[in-house]
């Protein structure tokens, strides 16, 4: 284990694990009274308990991947839109100063973050691969642009700029019969054909019309609309496939094909545009025709009362149980679909079952752990009303208004 990885190491783990499902818990059961709370304590009690087991002191989020201690790109800009909406700077800081430094090689104005780093079979803790994932980046972009905004801290706005720079410059790509189209890396993705492997989970249409807001004339307006007629064609039976291929026939027309590599399966990666579009602002235009379309996944979870764990979006058919954290990404899905019924019984599953992972002495959830509670901060945060997602992108959080003063009686 690398220096630090624990910051509850002068307790026993299964005390510190302890005290951890106790404020989990706390934060679950009691969400108005966190939205209340007064001048000075965490914004957000459920991100701050996550926090004070997953994050090191350092800034670096653990086990956001599937190899042990190891760490994503995904894991630790998460974890930055986290400690934001927490109102939570110093971590926030901590965090993307340890990204910029491990995964980007200080060099950030010219170098995307790679997408995982962590213990190599030379036993050496460093990047594994610097290949970066165009999620974490678009949503690095993201959190600085508003941290900046919130915090008045124009150094961020400037590495969010850099950022936007050379994502646009490395990872954009002009589409025969589409036009700008975001890869989900520089490497990989265009195949013989050509053929270009697109991900509809890395796209969240708040997130592109943020990056739209702040540079209108950037490709940003057509990513936003071509994601939409992506998710749209792809998904003609109302489910979501986790990887789509784009096919060009010629210099200028090309459709929607399935992905050569992952097929027509929608999964891990596919419930998180469920999520996605659920925590769209009502006046999103291009929000409800898709979560009108996309009723595949709402008839199977209203029936059986959990989602399944796959589908296979062209056929219908499903199988296996899906996690907890799956239950929690379709609470804001059902929200915007007028189906509270179904999100409430979601909750109240996704509930329990994180605080009876909490409870063992491993903290162990099952695979995968780290997912899980990502969803679920994701899900529980947007329907507790600690943040929302405004028409432009940007966040409406509870800390800029509900912090209250305690007067001395």
């Not at 993705?189 to 997130?207: A, D, E, H, K, T």
């Not at 496939?241 to 200028?252: E, L, N």
């Not at 235009?285 to 009108?292: M, R, S």
Request: proline share 8%; net charge neutral.
């Amino acid at each position: 284990m690398p220096p630090s990885a624990m910051d509850c190491r002068d307790r026993s783990l299964r005390q510190c694990l302890r005290g951890l499902s106790v404020l989990l818990a706390l934060a679950l059961v009691t969400p108005a009274m966190a939205a209340r709370q007064p001048c000075g304590e965490p914004a957000w009690p459920l991100w701050h308990a996550y926090a004070s087991r997953f994050v090191q002191p350092d800034g670096r989020v653990l086990e956001s991947s599937l190899e042990n201690n190891h760490s994503t790109s995904e894991g630790q800009s998460y974890g930055m839109l986290f400690a934001l909406i927490g109102n939570d700077p110093q971590r926030f800081d901590k965090v993307w100063r340890w990204t910029a430094a491990n995964l980007a090689g200080s060099a950030i104005g010219t170098r995307l973050p790679g997408w995982l780093w962590g213990q190599g079979e030379d036993g050496q803790w460093r990047l594994q691969d610097s290949h970066s994932a165009s999620d974490a980046d678009l949503w690095f972009a993201y959190a600085l642009l508003e941290a900046a905004r919130l915090w008045h801290r124009p150094d961020y706005r400037q590495d969010a700029l850099r950022l936007m720079a050379t994502i646009e410059a490395q990872l954009v790509v002009d589409l025969p019969g589409l036009g700008p189209m975001l890869l989900p890396g520089p490497e990989g993705f265009i195949q013989p054909g050509p053929l270009w492997r697109l991900n509809p989970s890395y796209l969240p249409l708040p997130v592109l019309r943020r990056l739209a807001k702040e540079a209108p004339s950037g490709p940003w307006p057509a990513i936003a609309h071509n994601t939409a007629t992506m998710i749209s064609q792809s998904s003609p039976h109302g489910f979501v496939a986790d990887w789509v291929g784009y096919q060009g026939t010629s210099t200028r027309s090309g459709g929607f094909v399935m992905d050569p590599i992952k097929g027509e399966t929608g999964s891990y990666d596919a419930v998180r545009v469920y999520l996605w579009l659920g925590m769209s602002d009502v006046r999103e235009p291009l929000a409800a025709p898709l979560l009108k379309q996309l009723d595949g996944m709402a008839r199977l979870t209203a029936a059986t009362g959990r989602p399944p764990e796959t589908v296979q979006v062209l056929q219908g058919s499903v199988q296996g149980q899906s996690p907890f954290g799956f239950s929690a990404a379709l609470i804001p899905y059902f929200h915007a679909k007028g189906q509270s019924d179904v999100a409430l019984v979601l909750r109240q599953r996704a509930e329990q079952d994180l605080r009876e992972a909490l409870a063992r002495p491993d903290a162990s959830a099952g695979p995968p752990r780290y997912y899980n509670f990502m969803l679920s901060l994701f899900a529980f945060g947007w329907a507790d009303k600690h943040y929302r997602f405004r028409e432009d992108g940007t966040l409406k959080l509870s800390w800029e208004t509900a912090c209250t003063r305690i007067t001395a009686r």
